[in-house]
């Protein structure tokens, strides 16, 4: 079984939808991230949490929020949906090693499209 | 602030040939991380390597083989013998532990044609 999954892989919704993308881990790691990548930009963070209490923005946080319901759960919201929040989206997880090196592993990536 | 430039946006190679993938980044920080991830055309992220600033020494891993060079803050990335399924974007990226982020670069996407 895949040690960061999500759900759901593909979605379809219209503009002012609330859309829920969730995200589970078996890796038992605390730090978990949302990216979002879009062609030619590569992947930008939206949130992180690097425990289940702590919640942080990242560079392109406006019109998302997050939930961290547990360790192994991180979910991103899109209050009202638009079309150029059209992306691929990512979840993935890391546990810092002495020096916090970050290695980041990802979910499968969720397919959303806005009309 | 830190930053990583992936100037090849696009590479061709027939298959066989090798390949390098570039990979520059800006930092202050005296201890980093740099990272190469593979997305395939499935789409997944998949790891490749970790290296530590303090690290300078040359890795290969099979066909895959990386070099770092602090003095022209270059994390290069190469493959040997390319194959068809190699073909995927290449990111590379950079984690400064006092930012506890990570940034990726735009991604090289590389096709090996047959």
């Known amino acids: 079984d895949a040690d960061v999954t999500q759900t759901p892989r593909n979605r379809i919704t219209k503009t002012g939808k609330r859309i829920m993308l969730e995200c589970s881990q078996t890796?038992?790691?605390?730090?978990m991230y949302w990216y979002r990548q879009d062609p030619g930009l590569g992947l930008r963070l939206i949130y992180y949490s690097f425990d289940v209490k702590d919640i942080n923005k990242g560079e392109i946080s406006d019109g998302y929020s997050v939930s961290r319901q547990a360790q192994a759960k991180f979910s991103l919201s899109l209050e009202s949906a638009i079309p150029n929040q059209t992306a691929l989206y990512f979840c993935?997880?890391?546990?810092?090693?002495?020096?916090?090196?970050?290695?980041?592993?990802f979910g499968p990536g969720t397919r959303l499209t806005v009309l | 602030a830190q930053k990583v430039t992936q100037a090849q946006t696009e590479i061709s190679v027939v298959e066989k040939e090798d390949v390098t993938l570039d990979c520059v980044y800006e930092?202050?920080?005296?201890?980093?991380?740099l990272f190469w991830y593979k997305q395939p055309p499935s789409g997944e992220l998949v790891f490749l390597i970790r290296?530590?600033?303090?690290?300078?020494q040359n890795e290969i891993s099979g066909r895959y083989s990386w070099n770092f060079q602090k003095s022209t803050s270059s994390f290069n990335f190469t493959i040997t013998a390319s194959q068809v399924v190699d073909s995927a974007v290449y990111f590379c990226a950079l984690s400064e532990p006092g930012i506890q982020k990570v940034t990726f670069g735009t991604g090289t996407k590389l096709q090996v044609i047959p």
């Open positions: 290296r530590n600033s303090f690290d300078e």
């Open positions: 930092t202050r920080d005296t201890t980093y991380y």
């Open positions: 993935a997880t890391s546990e810092p090693l002495a020096g916090n090196t970050d290695t980041q592993y």
């Open positions: 890796k038992g790691h605390d730090r």
